[in-house]
């Protein structure tokens, strides 16, 4: 089945400054990438997608790419902000409508 | 509110006993998920519905877990003779399987609250 790792597991930046988040999978027929966020005691919330027709895709300081070569999709967020502090999982799926597989998470720390 | 919804959102049992959570989804979609989430970790799949169908079911799903979606709506998820490596977050999502006026299928999952579970 489907294995998607994730790095870094925590990342602590300054406010203002970009986080970079990357995610590699395993299954070749993987076609779905989103990201999700979710702040302590609340549920996944999902912040950018990418289907693997696209090689970037942007939504204001948010921005993800995906490498189907290499099998590697990032998350990149650009002026970060206290609020933007929270755990982001990366997940693939072979359908966006079937199950997602989830990395392990990687708690941000922004700094003010 | 118009989101997925879960209750209980927390429950409390001694091992052995059984424990029933219900999910509503989103009214128009067609697609049921149930994940289940532990401490640092992302959901883990456990099953999902197309309508009362349930379509497919992970290793993790063992005999003493059950779901259904009897009328295609709402869904509930039995674990029977609960044991401690139960304690999780049961995560319930939502989504619409189909296409758009533009056809591009719109399948993002919308998660619910989930359902703390602790055995005792």
């Known amino acids: 089945g489907e294995n998607v790792e994730q790095h870094p597991s925590t990342l602590s930046v300054q406010e203002g400054d970009s986080a970079v988040i990357k995610c590699t999978y395993s299954?070749?027929?993987?076609?779905?990438f989103p990201w999700y966020k979710q702040e302590l005691g609340k549920r996944p919330q999902l912040i950018i997608d990418i289907r693997s027709n696209v090689g970037e895709k942007k939504d204001q300081r948010i921005a993800v790419t995906l490498n189907k070569t290499a099998k590697h999709f990032s998350l990149h967020i650009t002026e970060t902000q206290p609020e933007d502090s929270a755990v982001y999982f990366c997940a693939a799926s072979k359908d966006s409508a079937r199950q997602l597989t989830f990395g392990s998470g990687t708690q941000l720390t922004v700094l003010p | 509110d118009t989101g997925v919804s879960q209750d209980p959102r927390h429950k409390i049992t001694k091992r052995g006993q059984n424990v029933t959570f219900r999910c509503d989804p989103i009214?128009?979609?067609?697609?049921l998920y149930w994940y289940r989430q532990t401490l640092g970790q992302g959901p883990e799949f456990l099953t999902y519905f197309q309508n009362e169908a349930q379509l497919e079911k992970s290793r993790l799903l063992s005999d003493r877990f059950s779901a259904e979606r009897p009328k295609g709506s709402f869904s509930t998820l039995e674990i029977q003779r609960t044991e401690q490596g139960d304690s999780a977050m049961y995560l319930c999502?939502?989504?619409?399987?189909?296409?758009?006026?533009?056809?591009?299928?719109?399948?993002?999952?919308?998660f619910g609250p989930g359902t703390r579970l602790t055995v005792l």
């Open positions: 009214s128009e979609h067609n697609r």
């Open positions: 299954d070749s027929a993987s076609n779905y």
């Open positions: 999502a939502s989504s619409y399987r189909g296409t758009t006026l533009l056809s591009q299928s719109y399948n993002e999952q919308f």
